[in-house]
């Protein structure tokens, strides 16, 4: 693993946070953020990591001004820019820094650029703004700066509106309204989070790029220690509002000082594969045969096509073992797993579920067999009903097939303590547990129908890492337990390492490989499969044990 | 785009066709026989005859409707049972003034109501927001006609300074027309303000939560151009559906409004007809005020194409 | 963990718990509101027992009289006591009110879950849900009343009907975006029957958006029972109502306005009250749910 072992005690300071702290406001609890202290040099690449809550984007929305006005508060502290206090700046002033000082990009850049208005337009708007160039000159510098970025076409880009453009193009017109006026800091707010791995490659490395070329000083925020090894020079360690750590990034993983980011290391999956389960028997629970999905008919007078979402879709997941379906949005792998659960129904083909074909049965002549295959959602604040005690969702299902009610409470009590969770969460509601322990009930509520098989449909994906691990943990203890089969559907490589025994790559609706994990991900056979491992970031550093990937 | 578009005007024919059945049905199916409702109690066998003959009500149900249909595509929307003038002369001699009226009260609507709901939204909880909302709910909470006689009071009784009741038309020169085309439509447009601001004013709030506002902060861009050119943009849809679908309330008024102050339009036409129990004139207001929400609302939807350039299905 | 205070049961239910707000925190308007609707609601509903005349009794001899201790708000064309007829007819306005309000929103929310979870039967009910909002309310409802009489329940009816579609767009919309929800795909996958599910899964989801809803059906019934009996096709004019004793005064408008302003001034405080209340529990239960529209 190289890292960026760059030295910036001489540089330029442009950044220099002392002591801020920041409040609810009109609140008397615990501050969001209690006496940050930051600093970033000219050229230089900070992150700033923690979990969910932790204040990272607060710290950055403080320093671009950009506080909502009725909820948060600065009650203390400095943010100096090259010499000047920006708490100290009047609205017209701060106004005037953004964008020529400093600059920002966020994370989701479909909802950040206006959907009705041309992206060329909003670049240019950046310029309105903040000069008087005639308009011939504005629209030359807009067409050199998203040449800059590299986006192709920039003719037609620059007329286009946000829907018409992928992800990764969009994040790049962030980047270059961001950068057209060569600001000196630049802050990236989980830039690449919502973006498929291969592009998220792309748009670290066009950050870098940029950055070196112009001389700007990055502030990144991010929650992905893998992110971090790429692409930081300093990494600062959040957690409630403090800075509790921070080295220079190689520093840091060898030999972080604090419990807390020993353990925020340690909870990072690596890439190697766990050891896969014995097959013991070969009992075929769930046996997907040639399965096709078509969205969309053609409506009269309209132009929009039918999509395939799936196609030739087969594989099958022997009890007691897990199946991984891995691909980026729009591979179809979610298709998939609703298609099993017949969430929606299937164009084609054949789902075999305790040797039944689901495929083609009707609502009605689905139901018992519904009870042989469960789901846990990714969204871990809508899969139960707010409504609903955690007792009333867990019995659900066990009085849809005969369980007297005492018989369900009894045992919904059972699978709570199984699930690691009090049984006197049972009278309580959704609203009163974590994300991590919501995630927990979802699991509760699947296996209290006894099933064969368990689909995870992303059922990781937004939790933090540390209750990532927890819950990763939690379904391998289950399926030892209970010899329960898993079809675990993810879009991260390192989760699909530490769980599954069989992985299957999608890629447009089809499979392109299908093997053991340990063939996938340390022998791939196909490109697209090499292109996903080698988009991992920081794949080459083991993180849990603070030292270089040894190769197996 | 033009797909959306062929789509949305035939999607108008099933609508148009229901509210037909609908209206032609009213009649039909009302318990007891609707000549002898229509003509009142003290009604002589002649009238009653005179008024089946003169609504079809002889023939049984299928043939009434074809008839019925048949005519109402030639454009004839039926014979008064008063005057016995056909009620589509009746309507077009009496529809300039209350499309004159309704054309002015809809401008100065959404020239007072869009900037109050942008401000109260921009400036949201603070006085000049809590006066657009007291206003609003005010709006909502006074009948129409008091609203009108207060008006009739302040300005015209007490103060002298416009006509009490009439009407006159633009070429009877301007300065008359406007002065008596002031009150009913300020008296119109008092309902009409308070939903367009309310709407405007609550879909601004959640657009000004938008990321993309933020982005926008973010660039540095004047605080102006964030209110007008990105939030009030994106927030147009719900505003012009609500001025399309408030567009009902419009008409509503315009029949209370009309009689207020003596305007000879066709909402006093309505009017007159309930108090003569002259069914067929009621019954095209119907479909006439039906089709023109129709039509106003196919615009709408129409134009929220040229807004927002995601609708192109 | 968060500690939450547990809210009572019934409460939970209509609300949901991510509903529920932390702290309550009404200002002073919704307060006053409430105070004045008792009022009026109280002082109706008793009237029979405090007001001085009989509303119906007329005197020749007392004709437009102005206030005075005998009559305290005057006397109407008829010498018919003016405070009298205002209390009284506020007992016929109210009833319109909240009847109107309870039968559009029962039957909306019946017709509205089959709209929102039968996929043929929506395309239907819509259509036919689109052409009844095309009606402009006010001319359906006279037709309605012109045909069937000036009774209290024709009137009813006639305001009823046009408020329909307006519950049934709200519940299926409701219902709509619920059955997306992966808690009710969970209830799919554990075997629960669609009825069940339409009922205890998507069906609370409709009780505040409908509460909220109903408030504002109750204060739009009261105003447009006005306008009809102001237009003349409103209940008969032997019952005394707000609408209709305004509707009598207007002739003599010129000479004493206070037969609209009083029985005006009670309607509206009334209908202010309720919109106000019902902003509130609109504020209160979902911020994202919008004033009805038109």
Redesign the interface.
Known sequence: MRFKNRRFDDADRVLNIRDLSVSLSGGHQRPILDKVNVTIHQGETVCLVGESGSGKSVTSLAVMGLLTKDALTVTGGVIDLEGQNLLELDHKAMRQMRARRISMIFQEPMTALNPVMQVGAQIEEVLDSHTKLPPREKKKRVVDIMNQVHLPDVERIYNSYPHQLSGGQRQRIMIAMALILEPKLLIADEPTTALDVTTQNQVLALITELQEKHGTAVLFITHDMGVVAEIADTVYVMKDGQIIEHAPVETLLRHPTEEYTRRLLQAVPSLIPRPARERNGAVEVLDVEGLRKVYGIRRLFSRAKPTLAAQDVSFSIIRGRTLGIVGESGSGKSTVARCIMRLIDPTEGEIRVASTDIARLSRRELRPHRRHIQIVFQDPFRSLNPRWTIGQSLIEGQLNYGTSRSEAIKRSGELLELVGLPADALKRYPHQFSGGQRQRIAIARAIAMRPDVLVADEAVSALDVSVQAQVLQLLDELQEKLGIAILFITHDLRVAAQICDEVVVMQHGRIVEHDTAANVLMHPQHDYTRALIEAAPGRHWDFANFKELEPA | M???I??RILAVI???A??AV??FL??RL??GD?AA??AGDMATPEQLARIRESLGLTDPIHIQFINWVGRLLQGDLGTSLISNTPVMSMIGSRIWPTLQVGTLTIIISVLIAVPMGVIAAWRH?SWIDYAVMSFS??G???????IG?IL??IFS?ELRWLPVQGYASPSDGIGAFFSRALLPCLTLATIYVA?IA??TR??LL?VLG???V?????????EK?VLF??AL??AAV?IM??IG?????L??GV??TE??FNIPGIGRL??DA??A?D?PV??A??LL??AI??FV?LLIDISYTF????IR? | MAAAPQPTSSLQFILGAVAVPRHWQLGIGPIIAAIVLAIIVVATLFAPLYVPHDPLSMDAVQRLKGPSSEYWLGTDAYGRDLFSRVMIGGQVSLFIGVGAAIVSVFIGLLIGLVSGFFRIADAIIMRIMDSLMAIPSILLAIALVALNGPSLWSVIFAITIPEIPRVVRLVRAVVLSAREEPYVEAAIAVGSSMPKILWKHLMPNTLAPLIVQGTYICASAILTEAILSFLGAGVSTEIPTWGNIMAEGRIYFQIKPSLIFWPGLMLSLCILSINLLGDTARDLLDPRLKKREG
């Open positions: 033009l797909g959306y062929i789509r099933p609508v148009m229901i509210v609908f209206v009213l009649l009302t318990p609707p409702i229509l909880r709910v005010l909502f909470s006074v009948p129409v006609f008091v006689y009739i009071k009784i939903l309310r709407m609550a879909s959640e938008e990321d993309y933020r982005t926008a902060r973010a660039k540095g861009v004047k151009y050119r990105h943009r994106n719900p559906t609500i679908t408030g567009f009902a309330l008409i509503s029949v209370v009689s207020v309505t009017v309930i108090l129990r069914y009621i019954q207001m119907i005020t039906s929400y129709v609302n807004i927002d350039p995601r299905y």
